[in-house]
């Protein structure tokens, strides 16, 4: 199984004002598609933050996938794709190119998603949008390709241009 941490982006979220639903919906369908969740945080919307949550999930804790939520639209307070961008060692600009069109199939707003993905070390990080409508169409976007994605980042994945 694949270790997970998951980092819901919210200012009101982590002052309690506001139930973190997305955070808890990607903790469930992870669960159900045999991925070992770790942990679920809820910071703020603060770059520095959510930068250091990544470092400390990813070069700490080891985990095999961190899934962010929130913060990738286009408020003054949305800095996910930048924290991102700042830990991560290698860019996989498929993952958000794949999760924006395939939104954009069910509305054009999809188009507006900063979101981003990348390789820190052995882990990799991928920004879903904040709504639970949106992190539900985006991971059955990236589901089924994502456990073989890891198998190869963790080197568990031998043969990579054989059709399954």
């Not at 639209?73 to 498929?94: L, Q, Y």
């Not at 904040?130 to 089924?144: D, F, M, Q, T, Y």
């Not at 073989?148 to 568990?156: A, D, K, Q, R, T």
């Amino acid at each position: 199984m694949f270790k997970i941490g998951i980092i819901t982006a919210s200012d009101k979220g982590s002052r309690g004002e506001r139930v973190d639903k997305s955070g808890q919906l990607i903790k469930e369908i992870m669960t159900e598609n045999d991925y070992d969740v770790m942990e679920v945080r809820i910071l703020p919307d603060d770059l520095d933050v959510l930068a250091d949550a990544m470092i400390d999930m990813a070069d700490n804790k080891k985990y095999d996938l961190i899934l962010t939520t929130g913060g990738t639209g286009f408020s003054m307070r949305d800095w996910t794709p930048e924290a991102t961008k700042k830990v991560i060692h290698r860019e996989v600009p498929g993952i958000p190119e794949a999760m924006r069109a395939y939104s954009m199939k069910i509305t054009p707003k999809g188009m507006l998603s900063r979101s981003a993905a990348g390789i820190r070390n052995a882990t990799l990080i991928i920004n879903l949008p904040g709504s639970p409508k949106a992190v539900r169409e985006n991971l059955e976007c990236i589901l089924p390709a994502l456990r073989h994605g890891l198998e190869i980042l963790v080197g568990s994945a031998t043969e990579c241009g054989v059709e399954a």
